[in-house]
């Protein structure tokens, strides 16, 4: 396909065609580029390089990443993906670890009782469109079964004190 698309290309004969052509080999040696470069870098990775890794929410997100990453001890962890992602991704964690908007029955579930499957609990209660502060930021659950173990700047974060006896329906 690249060869036909550039056979194409090099037999257009005015000066405009010189200019896509010159275009469209830059564009294709910059893909080859970043296929194959170990420092892979996407368009989407630019403002948080810019940043320094520092991503949405700043310095009081970063402080929060790196305090998870040198506490976290296993289990799932309850965060809304609609304002973590960065930190989620920059947590380096696989994804099945997470309980987001996005994990269907778990985090329908989870709203309701989040010491069912969450271990941990992620706040931002300085962030309107936070989900998990949305649904259980005031949950009778909440003191009952998690220790606050983090706060700084309005994020909170929770870790399981009890794991129920029971199991919820």
């Given at each position: 396909m690249i060869v036909l698309l550039c056979s194409y290309l090099f037999n257009i004969k005015n000066i405009f065609g010189a200019i896509i052509k010159v275009v469209v080999f830059s564009l294709i040696l910059i893909q080859f580029y970043n296929y194959f470069s170990p420092t892979y870098t996407s368009i989407f990775q630019v403002p948080i390089n810019i940043a320094h890794s520092l991503g949405p929410g700043g310095e009081r997100s970063r402080q929060y990443v790196i305090w998870l990453k040198t506490h976290y001890d296993g289990g799932l962890i309850m965060i809304s993906a609609l304002k973590n992602d960065p930190q989620m991704f920059q947590l380096g964690y696989n994804y099945k670890t997470y309980i987001h908007?996005?994990?269907?029955?778990?985090?329908?579930?989870?709203?309701?009782?989040?010491?069912?499957?969450?271990?941990?609990?992620v706040f931002d209660s300085e962030d309107k469109d936070d989900q998990v502060t949305r649904f259980i930021g005031k949950s009778p659950y909440l003191d009952e079964f998690y220790n606050r173990v983090y706060d700084n700047e309005g994020i909170r974060i929770y870790k399981i004190k009890t794991q129920p006896e029971y199991t919820v329906q």
């Open positions: 908007e996005g994990t269907g029955t778990y985090w329908k579930q989870s709203i309701k009782y989040p010491q069912r499957y969450a271990k941990w609990i």
